[in-house]
C-alpha cells in the first residue's frame, strides 16, 4: 500500500477545514486525527485487525472519528459507512450529528450522508458522484441491505476508496460463547470481512471506549499453556486526548476516598431489598402513604428529592450568575422490562403527588425532607460557587411543584425515537427536571445532558465489564459545579463491582499504553481443588474478578465483631497463634521484630480463626476463599528462596472507628501511611506482606466493646497485571 507521510496529508481541504473553523480542534485532536488517517492509508486494516480509536465513555470520540472522516474525505477516501449499535436511537444520533458537523458540504452539493433504512430508490450520477455517508445498525438485515447496495444497485461504489468506520465497537467482548449477542455479532463480523473482500480498496476503524474485547480476545478459543494470553492486536491504536471537562470513574471511584473532597459525597447506598420492590408491581408492599416516611423506599425517595433540590441549587446559582437556568436530568436505570418501568413510573407519580400534597399541607416532613438533602449538598459545596440559603432553596422547590416543572418519564420504547432526541441528537429535556426510567435505550451512546443523578440497580451477576462501564452515563463532560449536586445511587454489593471494573478499565489500558508487561494480561482463577489455573478470558464472569497489581491493599470493611463474650475467648486463640508464628518465624526484621516472615499455611489457618471473629451485612461479605486463594498465588509466583512466605506486620492497641465521622461510610483504611503500610510495602518485592491492626474495638468506636485483628494483604512490588477469578 501507498506510504503517506503526514506531512504529506492535506489539512487543507474542502472538509477538514470548515470542521477544523468550527470545532477549534486543539492541536493534540488534530494529531490524533493526521495519525489514524495516516495509518489508515498505509495500514492493512480489518475486522480482525482494525484501526483503533481508544477513547474514555463519553470523551469525545465521536468528535475525534468525524474529525478523521473529514480530513479521510480530503486524502482520497470516497465513501464512509458508519457501523452503529443495534439502536435506531443511536443511528438517529449519528446521523444528524454527521449533518450538523458536514452541514457547509452537504448545502455545497459535495457530501451525501444516507441512513440505510431510508436510502432513495434510485440514485442519481450526480449524487453518486458526492462523498458519500451510509449509516447502519449492525444487524444481519441491515448487513444484506449494504451488500446489496454495494454489488447490485451501485457497483461503481465498490472499486471506490471505502472506510469502514465501527463505532461503540466493544460488545464482542469478555462473555459467555453462548450469549445470544455475541454470537449475532460474530455473524456480522463475518458478514462485514465477506463484503470487505469484494472490495478493491476498504480501511477498517474501530471506535471504543472499553478496550477489553479488542486486546484480551485470544485468536482461538483454547487455554495456552502458559498463563499470558497474547491478545489479539489491533494493525494500530490512537488515544483520544481526554479533555478538561471530563468527569469519569476515577471521580467516582478514586476521589471519592479522599475525606473532604467532594467526589466522597457522590454515592449512596441503596438496600436489595428496595430493589425487588421496584422490580415488579407490589401493591402489599408499596404504600401509597409511607412513600414519604417508609424505610424500604429511603434510596429512591432520596434520589427523587435531591435530585429537585440539587437542580434547584444549580437554577439560584446560575440566576446568580446571569446565566439562564440549565434543565437537568436524572437516569433510573434498574431493569429491562417494560413491566417493571410502568410500576417504577407508577410509584415515582404517586411519591411526586405524596410530596405535593405534604407542601400543601405543611406536613413537617416536607420541610424535613427538603432539609435532609440540602445539608448534604451543604457537604460537597464549592468554596467558589455561591451556595444559596435554605429558604431560597425550599421556596424554589416548592415553585418547581406547583409549577409541574418535574416531568417523569418512561423511556424504553424503540418507536418514539423520533420525540426522545432534540436537533442535536441528545435526550430532549422537555422540563426544567426530567426524570427518566429506563433500560436497554439508556445503556449506551446515547448522550444525556446535564445528567446529576443515576439510580442503577441491573444485576452485574448477568453481565460483562464493557456492558456495565457503558451504562455508567454519569461519565462524561460535566461541570464541577454541577458534580457538586450529584448523586449516585446503587446497592453496595454492585458498587464494589463497579469499582472492581474501573480498576479493571485503569490497568489494562496502563498496561497497553505503558508496555507493561510486554502488553500482556495474565488470567488465572482458583480451581475446585483450591490449585491456580491459567484461563480463558471468554470464559470470567468480570462481577467476580480481583485485579492483582504491584503495591495493591485488599481487605475485609463493613463487617461487624462478634458479641463480646465469645470474641474474647477466640483472641485468646489468635493471640497464641500470632505469638507462635513470631517464635517459629523463617526471618525477622532486623530493626522491628513486629515484622517477620512465615509460611503461608500458618497464615491462612490464621485468616480462617480470624474470620470467625466477625459478623457480615449483605454486601459486606469477606470471600475469605478468594483472599487465601490470592495470598497462595503471590506468595508462590517467585523463584527466590522466599516462595511459599508471606511478611507479617503487627501492630497492637488501635482504636480505628468502624464508621468515618467525615463521610458515614464504614472504614476501609485501617493501616496506617506513614508507618505499617509503608513498611509493608517495602517488605513486599518478591512475596506478599500481611498488616494484622489489633483493634481495641471500643463500643464508643461503633464495635462490641473487644479487640479484634484487621488483616490488610499488600502485594509484592514484582506482581504482573494478573486478572485473578475467584
Same mark, same amino acid.
Given at each position: 500500500?501507498?506510504?503517506?507521510?503526514?506531512?504529506?496529508?492535506?489539512?487543507?481541504?474542502?472538509?477538514?477545514?470548515?470542521?477544523?473553523?468550527?470545532?477549534?480542534?486543539? @492541536?493534540?485532536?488534530?494529531?490524533?486525527?493526521?495519525?489514524?488517517?495516516?495509518?489508515?492509508?498505509?495500514?492493512s486494516t480489518t475486522s480482525k485487525k482494525p484501526?483503533?480509536?481508544?477513547?474514555?465513555?463519553?470523551?469525545?470520540?465521536?468528535?475525534?472519528?468525524?474529525?478523521?472522516?473529514?480530513?479521510?474525505?480530503?486524502?482520497?477516501?470516497?465513501?464512509?459507512?458508519?457501523?452503529?449499535? !443495534?439502536?435506531?436511537?443511536?443511528?438517529?444520533?449519528?446521523?444528524? =450529528?454527521?449533518?450538523?458537523?458536514?452541514?457547509?458540504?452537504?448545502?455545497?452539493?459535495?457530501?451525501?450522508v444516507y441512513d440505510i433504512m431510508k436510502m432513495?430508490?434510485?440514485?442519481?450520477?450526480?449524487?453518486?458522484?458526492?462523498?458519500?455517508?451510509?449509516?447502519?445498525?449492525?444487524?444481519?438485515? %441491515?448487513?444484506? /441491505?449494504?451488500?446489496?447496495?454495494?454489488?447490485?444497485?451501485?457497483?461503481?461504489?465498490?472499486?471506490?476508496?471505502?472506510?469502514?468506520?465501527?463505532?461503540?465497537?466493544?460488545?464482542?467482548?469478555?462473555?459467555?460463547?453462548? !450469549?445470544?449477542?455475541?454470537?449475532?455479532?460474530?455473524?456480522?463480523?463475518?458478514?462485514?470481512?465477506?463484503?470487505?473482500?469484494?472490495?478493491?480498496?476498504?480501511?477498517?476503524?474501530?471506535?471504543? &471506549?472499553?478496550?477489553?474485547?479488542?486486546?484480551? @480476545?485470544?485468536?482461538?478459543?483454547?487455554?495456552?499453556?502458559?498463563?499470558?494470553?497474547?491478545?489479539?492486536?489491533?494493525?494500530?491504536?490512537?488515544?483520544?486526548?481526554?479533555?478538561?471537562?471530563?468527569?469519569?470513574?476515577?471521580?467516582?471511584?478514586?476521589?471519592?476516598?479522599?475525606?473532604?473532597?467532594?467526589?466522597?459525597?457522590?454515592?449512596?447506598?441503596?438496600?436489595?431489598?428496595?430493589?425487588?420492590?421496584?422490580?415488579?408491581?407490589?401493591?402489599?408492599?408499596?404504600?401509597?402513604?409511607?412513600?414519604?416516611?417508609?424505610?424500604?423506599?429511603?434510596?429512591?425517595?432520596?434520589?427523587?428529592?435531591?435530585?429537585?433540590?440539587?437542580?434547584?441549587?444549580?437554577?439560584?446559582?446560575?440566576?446568580?450568575?446571569?446565566?439562564?437556568?440549565?434543565?437537568?436530568?436524572?437516569?433510573?436505570?434498574?431493569?429491562?422490562?417494560?413491566?417493571?418501568?410502568?410500576?417504577?413510573?407508577?410509584?415515582?407519580?404517586?411519591?411526586?403527588?405524596?410530596?405535593?400534597?405534604?407542601?400543601?399541607?405543611?406536613?413537617?416532613?416536607?420541610?424535613?425532607?427538603?432539609?435532609?438533602?440540602?445539608?448534604?449538598?451543604?457537604?460537597?459545596?464549592?468554596?467558589?460557587?455561591?451556595?444559596?440559603?435554605?429558604?431560597?432553596?425550599?421556596?424554589?422547590? =416548592?415553585?418547581?411543584?406547583?409549577?409541574?416543572?418535574?416531568?417523569?418519564?418512561?423511556?424504553?420504547?424503540?418507536?418514539?425515537?423520533?420525540?426522545?432526541?432534540?436537533?442535536?441528537?441528545?435526550?430532549?429535556?422537555?422540563?426544567?427536571?426530567?426524570?427518566?426510567?429506563?433500560?436497554?435505550?439508556?445503556?449506551?451512546?446515547?448522550?444525556?445532558?446535564?445528567?446529576?443523578?443515576?439510580?442503577?440497580?441491573?444485576?452485574?451477576?448477568?453481565?460483562q465489564q464493557d456492558t456495565v462501564l457503558q451504562?455508567?452515563?454519569?461519565?462524561?463532560?460535566?461541570?464541577?459545579?454541577?458534580?457538586?449536586?450529584?448523586?449516585?445511587?446503587?446497592?453496595?454489593?454492585?458498587?464494589?463491582?463497579?469499582?472492581?471494573?474501573?480498576?479493571?478499565?485503569?490497568?489494562?489500558? =496502563? &498496561?497497553?499504553?505503558?508496555?507493561?508487561?510486554?502488553?500482556?494480561?495474565?488470567?488465572?482463577?482458583?480451581?475446585?481443588?483450591?490449585?491456580?489455573?491459567?484461563?480463558?478470558?471468554?470464559?470470567?464472569?468480570?462481577?467476580?474478578?480481583?485485579?492483582?497489581?504491584?503495591?495493591? =491493599?485488599?481487605?475485609?470493611?463493613?463487617?461487624?465483631?462478634?458479641?463480646?463474650?465469645?470474641?474474647?475467648?477466640?483472641?485468646?486463640?489468635?493471640?497464641?497463634?500470632?505469638?507462635?508464628?513470631?517464635?517459629?518465624?523463617?526471618?525477622?526484621?532486623?530493626?522491628?521484630?513486629?515484622?517477620?516472615?512465615?509460611?503461608?499455611?500458618?497464615?491462612?489457618?490464621?485468616?480462617?480463626?480470624?474470620?470467625?471473629?466477625?459478623?457480615?451485612?449483605?454486601?459486606?461479605?469477606?470471600?475469605?476463599?478468594?483472599?487465601?486463594?490470592?495470598?497462595?498465588?503471590?506468595?508462590?509466583?517467585?523463584?527466590?528462596?522466599?516462595?511459599?512466605?508471606? +511478611?507479617?506486620?503487627?501492630?497492637?492497641?488501635? !482504636?480505628?472507628? /468502624?464508621?468515618?465521622?467525615?463521610?458515614?461510610?464504614?472504614?476501609? &483504611?485501617?493501616?496506617?501511611?506513614?508507618?505499617?503500610?509503608?513498611?509493608?510495602?517495602?517488605?513486599?518485592?518478591?512475596?506478599?506482606?500481611?498488616?494484622?491492626?489489633? @483493634? %481495641?474495638?471500643?463500643?464508643?468506636?461503633? +464495635?462490641?466493646?473487644?479487640?479484634?485483628? +484487621?488483616?490488610?494483604?499488600?502485594?509484592?512490588?514484582?506482581?504482573?497485571?494478573?486478572?485473578?477469578?475467584?
Open positions: 500500500m501507498q506510504t503517506v507521510d503526514l506531512t504529506e496529508l492535506k489539512m487543507d481541504g474542502a472538509f477538514f477545514s470548515p470542521l477544523l473553523n468550527k470545532n477549534n480542534y486543539k @492541536q493534540e485532536e488534530i494529531n490524533v486525527m493526521q495519525n489514524t488517517v495516516s495509518k489508515l492509508i498505509e495500514t484501526g483503533m480509536l481508544l477513547g474514555h465513555i463519553q470523551s469525545g470520540k465521536t468528535r475525534s472519528f468525524l474529525g478523521s472522516m473529514g480530513l479521510g474525505f480530503d486524502n482520497g477516501f470516497d465513501m464512509v459507512i458508519i457501523l452503529t449499535k !443495534n439502536s435506531n436511537a443511536l443511528v438517529k444520533q449519528t446521523f444528524e =450529528r454527521i449533518e450538523s458537523e458536514f452541514a457547509e458540504c452537504i448545502e455545497g452539493d459535495h457530501l451525501a432513495p430508490i434510485k440514485l442519481r450520477k450526480f449524487e453518486l458522484k458526492k462523498k458519500l455517508v451510509v449509516v447502519l445498525k449492525k444487524e444481519k438485515k %441491515n448487513m444484506q /441491505r449494504l451488500e446489496n447496495l454495494l454489488f447490485e444497485m451501485y457497483p461503481d461504489l465498490a472499486v471506490r476508496k471505502i472506510l469502514f468506520i465501527d463505532d461503540e465497537a466493544d460488545f464482542a467482548s469478555v462473555a459467555y460463547e453462548n !450469549n445470544k449477542n455475541i454470537i449475532d455479532l460474530k455473524v456480522i463480523a463475518g458478514q462485514i470481512d465477506q463484503i470487505r473482500a469484494r472490495l478493491d480498496d476498504a480501511a477498517y476503524l474501530q471506535v471504543t &471506549a472499553t478496550p477489553y474485547s479488542l486486546y484480551l @480476545q485470544p485468536d482461538d478459543m483454547t487455554v495456552h499453556e502458559h498463563k499470558a494470553f497474547q491478545p489479539k492486536r489491533p494493525a494500530f491504536t490512537e488515544l483520544v486526548p481526554v479533555h478538561d471537562k471530563y468527569v469519569g470513574g476515577e471521580m467516582y471511584f478514586e476521589r471519592s476516598k479522599e475525606d473532604k473532597h467532594m467526589a466522597s459525597c457522590l454515592y449512596h447506598e441503596i438496600q436489595e431489598e428496595e430493589l425487588e420492590i421496584l422490580r415488579k408491581s407490589d401493591k402489599r408492599k408499596v404504600k401509597v402513604n409511607h412513600l414519604l416516611t417508609g424505610e424500604r423506599y429511603e434510596g429512591i425517595r432520596s434520589a427523587l428529592i435531591h435530585f429537585i433540590v440539587g437542580s434547584k441549587i444549580r437554577n439560584i446559582q446560575q440566576q446568580k450568575e446571569g446565566e439562564r437556568p440549565e434543565k437537568y436530568a436524572f437516569i433510573m436505570h434498574t431493569i429491562t422490562t417494560k413491566a417493571a418501568h410502568q410500576w417504577q413510573e407508577e410509584v415515582m407519580l404517586q411519591m411526586e403527588e405524596q410530596l405535593r400534597k405534604a407542601m400543601e399541607k405543611e406536613d413537617p416532613i416536607f420541610d424535613q425532607l427538603i432539609r435532609t438533602a440540602y445539608q448534604d449538598f451543604a457537604r460537597s459545596k464549592r468554596k467558589d460557587t455561591y451556595f444559596p440559603t435554605f429558604d431560597e432553596v425550599l421556596s424554589n422547590v =416548592r415553585d418547581a411543584l406547583i409549577e409541574e416543572e418535574l416531568l417523569i418519564e418512561i423511556v424504553n420504547s424503540e418507536q418514539d425515537v423520533d420525540n426522545l432526541l432534540d436537533k442535536s441528537g441528545e435526550l430532549k429535556l422537555r422540563t426544567p427536571l426530567n426524570f427518566f426510567i429506563g433500560g436497554q435505550i439508556l445503556d449506551r451512546g446515547i448522550t444525556i445532558k446535564n445528567l446529576i443523578g443515576f439510580y442503577y440497580g441491573r444485576n452485574p451477576q448477568k453481565f451504562h455508567s452515563r454519569m461519565y462524561g463532560a460535566r461541570p464541577l459545579a454541577d458534580i457538586a449536586v450529584t448523586r449516585f445511587y446503587t446497592t453496595r454489593r454492585i458498587y464494589d463491582v463497579m469499582e472492581q471494573m474501573h480498576e479493571f478499565d485503569t490497568e489494562l489500558r =496502563r &498496561a497497553f499504553e505503558s508496555g507493561a508487561n510486554s502488553g500482556e494480561v495474565t488470567f488465572i482463577q482458583k480451581d475446585t481443588d483450591n490449585t491456580i489455573l491459567p484461563c480463558n478470558p471468554n470464559k470470567i464472569l468480570l462481577s467476580s474478578v480481583h485485579m492483582l497489581k504491584p503495591g495493591k =491493599r485488599m481487605l475485609p470493611s463493613g463487617f461487624q465483631t462478634i458479641a463480646k463474650s465469645y470474641l474474647e475467648r477466640e483472641m485468646k486463640k489468635i493471640d497464641k497463634h500470632v505469638e507462635t508464628m513470631k517464635q517459629t518465624a523463617k526471618a525477622v526484621h532486623p530493626k522491628d521484630d513486629r515484622c517477620f516472615l512465615v509460611k503461608k499455611e500458618k497464615v491462612q489457618a490464621l485468616l480462617a480463626m480470624i474470620y470467625q471473629t466477625y459478623s457480615f451485612k449483605e454486601g459486606y461479605e469477606w470471600d475469605l476463599e478468594t483472599y487465601g486463594a490470592v495470598i497462595n498465588y503471590l506468595s508462590e509466583e517467585t523463584d527466590t528462596n522466599r516462595k511459599g512466605l508471606v +511478611w507479617i506486620v503487627v501492630r497492637q492497641n488501635r !482504636n480505628m472507628a /468502624r464508621i468515618r465521622k467525615s463521610t458515614g461510610r464504614f472504614e476501609d &483504611a485501617p493501616d496506617t501511611k506513614q508507618d505499617e503500610l509503608k513498611i509493608a510495602r517495602n517488605l513486599a518485592r518478591v512475596v506478599p506482606s500481611l498488616i494484622l491492626t489489633r @483493634q %481495641n474495638g471500643a463500643e464508643e468506636q461503633g +464495635w462490641r466493646g473487644g479487640a479484634f485483628y +484487621w488483616p490488610v494483604l499488600v502485594m509484592p512490588e514484582e506482581t504482573k497485571t494478573t486478572v485473578f477469578a475467584g
